[in-house]
């Protein structure tokens, strides 16, 4: 059931995708009755053969700002010094120079401060995704990524965080925190997010 | 003749069933032609049938065509001084004057819901004929019909194997749904841009298209469980296979010139390394075990050899190993930036994103003089790839801020830019 209603909400999306690059809501419902049929063989042709891969892509897909959200409710419940602008722990974003994995000064007390919380709470986990910027080609930015997820990792590792506590995890050049095109936008992207799993 | 053509139109037909979805198409604009174009004259197709216009405007699709490949140049519709459906209707002085070498002649007959076509290519100085044929399709097939008819010309005037009716798969990315979240989706299209369908969709991304070597398949990677993961999906009915989600990367898939055997990216052991896995067996040979960055392997068409990306020098270059594992040794030295390497199909070039601080262009390297010749503009060019023939490498590039696709000659001399509606379009990938 949950399934069904998952891909209703996925054919009605695409309809409003595929059908034309408007997003009025008459137009999509004049293409729903034309291509309704169709689309579910878009579904089928993209993601039916397991349906619980079929779940997850919907449960799973949220977005960044979602996550995030997500991640901050966490937090919420885990303490105060996460949402203290003076607090070290605030800042779960490392970013990092073009081509390069390796970690800046500026960077280490802060990967330090995440090192301590994990190490005295065993039971936390979080997520190291590594970016890059949209500069050269996309799987060598996919491994560029990775080196700076595990840059970040070995310096939480030599600090007494397990690996049981991190997942390593690269978007490359695919999830940019700014879509321009320019240094400004390119220096935001080249970072290492630490995303706290909610318990 | 007649029936092997008609077999290769039924299978496309089949093909043809599962096109779900009519996507935002392409169009294609020659930015940048070549003076050697050879003129020829492609004459409006006559029609007679029981619609009151041939369905399909076989005339335009073969004119579009051969401008595309750069070689030939079609006359304009509007400079004909007559529009002869038959040879025996040609006056061959009036094409003359208008400096045309070839000219196609043809027409259409619908009985009954069959299209029968017949064409004739002449030579208009020697006011002779150069091929002829007559042949019966279905409606549905009349466009992939039109793109035959420039692969017999194209052949029979170049003596080479053409691409018109290849077809190219590629990224796009738009923003979606009431929250404009960012969707991707992994479409194929023939090569002119027509008919673009969507074969997977996703709110995380998509990446890495590749096809099978037969056309039926095409390997990519998804990131929908949150982590990477390595897919080959048939195109007759959609049914795909997880290949490979180890712990890391999984990524950078190609195909063998055979087909049995899948090269990939994984870094489930440390670094991210080169692995050939046999589809047959689920054998997994592991190429490089260097401690840097190697990956984007590409095999060689004997499929002894695979070019591959690796920062081991401390910048990324090309590199090749034995695919059945070897020594590795550097092939690139120009630049600071050399990646993803694919060799031309004739194995005597190799297609690659060169970079100088920070200027991303196209470029080809002749294997056996290692000379680099580059073939754009730059400065954000990346995912090059050769058409069958490699007379044309299909890349992608940034307009105005957004990625768009772009095509080059492989001598540098014709560019051609696709336009497509909205969002991004990226990682073009040419069926062979």
Known sequence: MKINKLALTLIASTVVLTGCTSTDEKDASLLDTDLKAEQEALITSGLNNNAVSGEQFITQGLSQSELNANAMNGLTSLGAEFSDPANPLSKQTIYFKHDSSQVQQDFISIIAAHAQYLAANRGQRVILEGHTDELGSREYNIALGEQRAKSVFSILRSQGVTGQQVEVVSYGEEKPASEGVGEASWQLNRRVEITYQVQ | MISILLRRFFLISLVGLFSPVAQSELSIEITKGTEAAVPLAVVPFGYSGSTTRSPVNLSSIISADLTRSGLFKALRERDMLAKPTTANKVNFRNWQALGQDYLIVGSVNEVMGQYQIQFQMLDVFKGEGLLGYRLTVKKNELRKTAHHISDLVYEKLTGKKSDFSSRIAYITTTKAGVNKRKLYKL??????????????????????????????????????????????????????????????????????????????????????????????????????????????????????????????????????????????????????????????????????????????????????????????????????????????????????????????????????????????????????
């Not at chain 2, 010749?373 to 307009?399: H, W």
């Open chain 2, 187 to 432: 479409l194929i299209a023939d090569a002119d841009g027509f008919n673009p369908r969507a074969i997977a969709s996703s709110w995380e991304p998509l990446m890495s298209p590749s096809w099978s070597p037969d056309g039926n398949k095409i390997v990519y990677v998804s990131f929908e469980n949150k982590r990477s993961a390595i897919y080959i999906q048939k195109l007759s009915d959609g049914k795909r296979t997880k290949i490979a989600s180890y712990k890391g990367i999984n990524g950078a898939p190609s195909f063998s010139p055979d087909g049995s055997k899948l090269a990939l990216t994984l870094s489930k052991d440390g670094s991210p390394d080169i692995f050939v896995l046999n589809l047959k067996n689920k054998q997994l040979l592991k190429l490089t075990k260097s401690y840097a960055i190697d990956t984007e392997p590409s095999w060689s068409p004997d499929g002894r050899s695979i070019v591959y990306t690796s920062n081991r020098g401390g910048k990324p270059q090309l590199y090749i190993i034995p695919s059945q594992g070897g020594r590795s040794s550097r092939l690139t030295f120009d630049g600071d930036y050399n990646a993803r390497g694919q060799f031309s199909s004739d194995g005597k070039s190799i297609v690659m994103v060169h970079a100088n601080r920070g200027d991303y262009r196209i470029a080809i390297m002749d294997v056996a003089t290692h000379t680099l010749n580059v073939l754009t503009a730059g400065r954000y060019d990346e995912s090059p790839s050769f058409s069958a023939n490699a007379d044309m490498v299909l890349y992608s590039s940034k307009k105005a801020g957004r990625s768009v696709l772009s095509a080059v000659s492989a001598d540098g001399r014709m560019h051609q830019s696709f336009t497509f509606d909205s969002g991004n379009v990226r990682e073009p990938s040419w069926s062979h």
